[in-house]
Nanobody, 126 residues
């Protein structure tokens, strides 16, 4: 079992930055592919960004390339999402997610991801 706790959401103006953190429980954090999903009201949850256990593999949705960065500190059992140049369309609830494995692709389908954080609201004003 893995428990995930997110922090760092909030309200920011367009063009601003936010950093989300996700702290995980357990002793095998490096065995998990980690990802950040987001969900807007009435829309399906979508994968924004992901990272493999050792940090060598990453996935970026086209909509965030060049603006968002994912990183992890396995010694602290924490994954980070740095969001720069934020746009109003980035407004959503952001969820941290985890799935045990090695290949970045295993995090692509939210219906197959077993572990989720509680979600944190990110609001970007225009």
């Amino acid at each position: 079992q893995v428990q995930l706790v997110e922090s760092g959401g909030g309200l920011v103006q367009a063009g601003g930055s936010l950093r989300l953190s996700c702290a995980a429980s357990g002793r095998t954090f490096s065995s998990y592919v980690m990802g950040w999903f987001r969900q807007c009201p009435g829309k399906e949850r979508e994968l924004v960004i992901g990272i493999t256990g050792g940090g060598g593999g990453t996935y970026y949705a086209d909509s965030v390339k060049g603006r968002f960065t994912i990183s992890r500190d396995n010694a602290k059992n924490t994954v980070y999402l740095q969001m720069n140049s934020l746009k109003p369309e980035d407004t959503a609830v952001y969820y941290c997610a985890a799935k045990r494995g090695e290949w970045i692709g295993i995090i692509r389908n939210y219906e197959e991801v077993p572990y989720w954080g509680q979600g944190t609201q990110v609001t970007v004003s225009s």
